[in-house]
């Protein structure tokens, strides 16, 4: 049984492009959700997509989007690429929004240059 | 949102017991208590969650506060490869979705 896998494992780009990350939930989960996480700190909730719709965001600006698929896999976009976007990317799935864990993947190591 | 307050780390010998602690004095009545753990170079892994009452799973112990303001993991015997950032994250139930909030958690340092 996969569990949360997410591709590419890493990535270098250059300021003011554009990347795109990919996540495939755990088997039989329906939601995604999506964190940055700097060198040294916690995860920073990005947001989460249910039912291909965005229910939560945190705090991040509107150059961060998402999409959830039909087959529950989703994107995260982010635009203008800026050097503190350098970080770790995780995605995380679940099953439905109640109280359930969340599953997490190893992440994509995106560095800006 | 919601915070949590960690030690920033601690130290335990192999096969000895290990408390780690957390204070959440802002917790609502439908906040659940999550734990979750961070190896090195891997993402988190879920470790137990609980709302009011104790709780027992394979990985560990989660004992809460009776006002729920303060909650401790409890590992019962640390072994090397419980050396980990813990984390304690107040699940919160919000329009529609849900989120985790983390904070810096614990460094947990196991040694033989």
């Known amino acids: 049984d996969a569990g949360v896998t997410q591709s590419p494992t890493h990535l270098i780009k250059t300021r003011g492009q554009q990347v795109t990350l990919r996540c495939s939930p755990k088997s039989g989960h329906d939601t995604v959700s999506w964190y940055q996480q700097a060198l040294g700190q916690g995860p920073q909730f990005i947001f989460q997509?249910?039912?291909?719709?965005?229910?939560q965001r945190g705090n991040f600006p509107d150059r961060f989007s998402g999409h959830q698929f039909p087959n529950y896999s989703s994107e995260l976009n982010v635009n203008a690429l800026l050097l503190g976007d350098s970080a770790l990317y995780l995605c995380?799935?679940?099953?439905?929004?109640?109280?359930?864990?969340?599953?997490f993947g190893d992440g994509t190591r995106l560095s800006i240059l | 949102d919601a915070k949590t307050t960690q030690p920033n780390s601690m130290e335990s010998n192999e096969e000895e017991p290990v408390h780690l602690p957390c204070n959440h004095s802002?917790?609502?009545?439908?906040?659940?208590i999550h734990w979750y753990r961070q190896l090195p170079s891997q993402g988190p892994e879920y470790v137990i969650h609980g709302l009011t009452s104790n709780v027992n799973n394979r990985m560990a112990s989660l004992a809460i506060a009776e006002d729920r303001k303060s909650s401790t993991l409890i590992l019962h015997r640390a072994t090397l490869r419980d050396a980990a950032v813990y984390y304690c994250?107040?699940?919160?139930?919000?329009?529609?979705?849900?989120?985790?909030?983390f904070g810096t958690g614990t460094q947990l340092k196991v040694e033989l």
């Open positions: 997509y249910y039912e291909e719709e965005e229910r």
């Open positions: 995380a799935s679940s099953l439905g929004t109640v109280n359930q864990p969340q599953h």
């Open positions: 802002t917790i609502s009545g439908t906040d659940y």
């Open positions: 994250i107040l699940f919160i139930l919000t329009g529609g979705g849900n989120k985790l909030t």
